[in-house]
């Protein structure tokens, strides 16, 4: 009868092992997915940081290149710059 009851311990104990083990896997993948979660958050802000910087930028050439094409077609006419 000892034999049994300690069987059934061993089963209980290894019950509880699995459970511990599954809880310890449930908070690895918590805390892997949240963050995975800020990892993307901070791309795509930085995604808009960077898009709204370029579309700047991209604005500021574009005004540029119409003053130098303005300046050269000025000086191919031979026109004074004052």
Known sequence: M????DQGQQQMSQ????IQQD???????ELM??????ITDFL????MSCRSKLA???????T???????????VTKGETLS
């Open 56 to 62: 700047t930028l991209n604005e500021k050439l574009t």
């Open 33 to 38: 997915t949240c963050s995975i979660k800020k």
């Open 44 to 47: 795509n802000s930085f995604d």
């Open 64 to 74: 540029l290149e119409r003053r130098v094409e303005y300046i050269e077609a000025r």
């Open 2 to 5: 000892a034999h049994g009851k």
């Open 15 to 18: 019950i509880q092992r699995q």
């Open 23 to 29: 809880w310890a896997n449930r908070e690895y993948i």
